[in-house]
């Protein structure tokens, strides 16, 4: 009788590199959300935007303090990088992609809040909400596959952050959404 053929498993990353990965993945986070929190009008979601950052960062700090956690590298593209990048003056349409909001637009004059989105709170949890749900899942891959009793602290504490903000996220939207 022929030898059956296993189907082909997904290979986890080494400990070392699922790590990285997931630290790679909440760094991205803080720098997205903080750029996220710099281009929105409403105070209330740059509160949205400036609280995942934050959370992020926590989960950042737990992985930074093990071996492999600050490595940097590649990792998967989890948050919408190239929709926050152009920067779109409201008055005449004028585009830049620079760090900072311009306090006067170069072409028409118009005052920095025309180079500001208009970000609904319901969006900016939906987005949280997203995002943070992939974060989660490569922290619990990352969870499945470290060996040392320090890392593997590390990610249960970033998968926890994760979790609550997840939790959070969904909720909020939630809320928001069913608000008129």
Do not use: N
Not at 50 to 78: F, H, I, N, Q, T
Not at 155 to 175: F, G, S
């Amino acid at each position: 009788m022929p030898a059956r053929s296993r189907p082909p498993s997904k290979a986890q990353p080494p400990s070392g590199d699922a790590l990285r990965i997931a630290a790679q993945v909440d760094r991205d986070g803080v720098a997205f959300f903080r750029r996220a929190t710099s281009l929105v009008t409403d105070p209330r979601v740059k509160f949205i935007f400036g609280r995942a950052a934050d959370e992020y960062g926590r989960a950042l700090k737990s992985l930074e303090g093990v071996p492999g956690g600050k490595a940097k590298g590649k990792a998967p593209a989890v948050f919408p990088f190239e929709a926050y990048d152009r920067i779109e003056c409201s008055v005449c349409g004028y585009e830049t992609t620079g760090d900072e909001i311009p306090e006067r637009c170069p072409s028409c004059d118009a005052v920095r809040y025309a180079f500001e989105r208009d970000v609904k709170r319901e969006e900016a949890w939906d987005l949280v909400a997203r995002t943070t749900k992939e974060s989660l899942a490569l922290a619990r891959k990352a969870a499945k596959v470290v060996t040392k009793a320090e890392a593997r602290d590390a990610v249960a504490q970033a998968v926890e952050v994760h979790r609550k903000l997840l939790e959070e996220a969904k909720e909020e939207h939630a809320r928001v959404g069913a608000t008129p």
